[in-house]
């Protein structure tokens, strides 16, 4: 025992002799932790489904060198990849590269944050190696980690006293500030850190740092420019992604949001309250201070929570995350005692959320209990058995994310420098079982697919003429269903489409691209069906605009039963039903009650669907009712009377919640026959 501390105490007096070893050590420590968690360099293969499909596509209109922007409007941007860690032979170095200038970029920022509380750093760093969480939550700690070192910044520039910047710390800085430029190109929505950078330049600007302030200003800016020139897109195209940005975001709320838990948000809530609290009640800093990283610290808790109550849920968790990276960066700047505590609480519950969704955990406890005999201390024994199952759960989980967050690099570089025709092999086999999934002829000429199987479509040697918002869920404001129905219409429409009547969210299915059915009634016509996949070959003549007859106009209150008038053709609604002002704000800070339409049918049954209010400004076939791909192709060749028993006779639309708080009491419905030109195809289903 005397032997064993003679060692240790050697072992520490080394360590606390040898500065320039220790922070060697760390500074190695902090970049490879970082560059490990950043770059996909044993990143994910093409796979079929939802997600997989769009990540597959965006990064093959990279590879064709399509108009990010104009060619395709999305919510990501050409460094898409990044997010995504997808694998595209063509795509592949702008991810890597893109990738590797974001982790050294983070890494140095914080060794300059934390270069004082080393043990603050280290424990940063681990949680951010052993837990899994979305890289949103990834990229919007960098702005928050660049207003705190600003804040020392500041600090160090006042005890030297020398408001003069070298040309050094004008590269350091400009080299801090660039990752803000890049971040939007990645997911649109991150040109909301644009605001942290402003507020940064007004800091630095009070505290008569000009040239700093200048460049916190217009750095982002500049190199938005220079990664978008890099990523090989035309400098003209980039207005164009930003404008086309805006309805891709101001849409997404009302569109994407689901049901969540009120008990996770009200949590979430408490502890963004209280470290907001900790923050104006510490005097460790000044005034000034306290208001700038408050206002930093809203931005981001802001963004966080509207990404977490939108679509929350998942394995990738947002909230509690978010909570320990704020708290952590923080606390660089002051100590506060109720500060370290709301950190290790909310790791606490994090622990115990990871071990909730540990299904090899939960087997094992429900096998225990079930086989478990009746016994005197039974809940003594259930107890400690749940209790060890939680420590050898949470020991698993860190130890198997630490070791595959370090072994995911290594291998990585292993096959990159040594085997670098293994990404190909292991791309090249993705696409085969994807094509073994779904296997698609070659079709001549452009195809599409709709609504979201691109996967199945780039599996092969098909050429791909993408609608702009390549997957139809997303089309969900007027004006970008109007560019997809534009494109359709256009000259250089796809020669073929394929489509599977695929939706999200139970939301009512015509929904989805409903504005575009008429004129791919018009345009195209029926050459086969496959399963659930309709084949449609473009006509000779392409109409401009579709047929309708006037049938019906009139105002309904929310909740009233709105009859359909009885018709032998397809009927076509424009339904406009608005927020109230206060369902606008609630909208911006949180998100809208949902919207329910009740169908009443011919067959006497009722349907029940989600539906949004900007898809139903645009258009859509309200009757007869179409939830599937063989009812669509009915509907399409003109068959009206295989759907004879979904005739609507009625419907109702109805606000789950706060009817009259949240939207306005009456709706306006414009109801139109579509007159289709479609041959009737008599169709063997």
């Not at 049954?605 to 539906?611: E, I, L, P, Q, T």
Request: hydrophobic residues 45%; aromatic residues 14%; charged residues 15%.
């Amino acid at each position: 025992m005397i032997r064993h501390k003679f060692y240790i105490d050697q072992v520490k007096n080394v360590w606390n002799s040898n500065l320039w070893l220790r922070n060697y050590l760390f500074a190695i420590f902090v970049i490879i932790t970082t560059l490990a968690v950043f770059i996909p360099l044993k990143p994910n293969m093409p796979q079929s489904g939802i997600d997989q499909s769009w990540m597959f596509a965006m990064n093959e209109a990279v590879a064709k060198n399509l108009q990010i922007g104009k060619d395709i409007i999305f919510t990501f941007g050409p460094y898409a990849s990044i997010y995504s860690q997808s694998y595209h032979p063509a795509s592949d170095n702008l991810m890597v590269y893109g990738s590797l200038f974001l982790g050294l970029c983070y890494a140095l920022t914080f060794l300059y944050l934390g270069r004082k509380r080393v043990g603050r750093t280290v424990v940063y760093f681990i949680f951010m190696a052993c837990y899994y969480f979305s890289r949103d939550v990834l990229f919007y700690t960098y702005p928050l980690i660049l207003a705190a070192g600003t804040v020392i910044f500041i600090q160090d520039s006042r005890e030297k006293k020398n408001p003069i910047l070298n040309i050094w710390q004008i590269g350091l800085i400009l080299i801090a500030i660039a990752p803000i430029g890049m971040l939007p190109l990645i997911k649109g929505s991150h040109i909301l850190a644009y605001l942290t950078a402003v507020a940064i330049s007004l800091y630095l600007f009070y505290n008569r740092h000009f040239k700093a302030a200048l460049i916190a200003l217009i750095g982002p800016i500049i190199f938005t420019v220079i990664f978008w020139v890099i990523s090989g897109q035309a400098i003209q195209t980039l207005p164009d992604y930003f404008r086309n940005m805006v309805p891709v975001i101001s849409g997404y709320t009302e569109a994407m949001a689901v049901q969540g838990s009120i008990i996770q948000t009200s949590a979430y809530l408490f502890a963004a309250a209280i470290l907001i609290l900790a923050l104006l009640f510490t005097s460790d800093i000044q005034r000034p201070e306290k208001f700038f990283l408050g206002v930093c610290c809203l931005l981001f808790l802001f963004f966080v929570f509207k990404l977490g109550v939108v679509r929350p849920g998942g394995p990738r968790a947002v909230l509690g995350p978010s909570i320990v990276f704020a708290a952590v960066i923080l606390g660089f700047i002051f100590r506060n005692k109720i500060l370290n505590g709301l950190l290790y609480m909310v790791i606490i519950v994090l622990i115990f959320n990871a071990v909730r969704i540990d299904q090899d955990l939960r087997k094992e406890l429900q096998s225990a209990l079930r086989h478990s005999s009746v016994e005197t201390n039974k809940e003594y024994k259930d107890f400690v058995f749940v209790a060890n199952g939680i420590i050898g759960s949470f020991t698993r989980i860190i130890c198997t994310n630490v070791r595959n967050t370090y072994a995911n690099i290594w291998d990585g570089l292993v096959y990159r420098l040594l085997e670098r025709k293994h990404f190909q092999s292991s791309f090249d086999q993705s696409l085969s079982v994807i094509k073994k999934e779904y296997s698609l002829p070659v079709l001549d000429g452009t195809t599409d697919i709709y609504s979201y199987g691109q996967s199945f479509l780039l599996a092969t040697k098909n050429t791909w003429n993408p609608r702009p918002i390549i997957q139809s869920y997303s089309a969900y404001t007027k004006e970008l269903a109007q560019i997809n129905e534009h494109h359709i219409r256009a000259t250089k429409a796809p020669d073929n489409i394929l489509f599977c009547l695929q939706t999200i969210d139970e939301r009512f299915p015509a929904l989805d691209d409903g504005l575009s059915w008429p004129a791919l009634f018009d345009n195209y016509s029926l050459t086969k069906i496959d399963n659930e996949l309709a084949f449609f070959q473009k006509k000779h003549t392409i109409k401009a605009a579709s047929s309708f007859d006037r049938i019906n106009s009139g105002i309904y209150k929310t909740g009233e039963v709105v009859p359909l008038p009885k018709t032998r053709i397809p009927i076509f609604a424009e339904i406009d039903l608005k927020m109230t002002l206060l369902g606008k704000l609630l909208s911006i800070v949180f998100k809208p009650s949902q919207l329910n339409l009740t169908l009443n049918l011919k067959d006497g049954k009722s349907v029940n669907y989600r539906v949004l209010s900007n898809m139903m400004q645009c258009g859509f076939f309200i009757s007869p009712l179409v939830q599937n791909t063989k009812e669509f192709v009915f509907l399409a060749t003109g068959n009206q009377d295989y759907l004879s028993n979904s005739v609507v006779e009625s419907l109702i639309i109805k606000p789950t919640f706060g009817s009259n708080l949240i939207w306005e009491k009456t709706y306006s419905i414009k109801l139109k026959g579509y007159k289709g030109d479609a041959q009737i195809i008599k169709t063997d289903l």
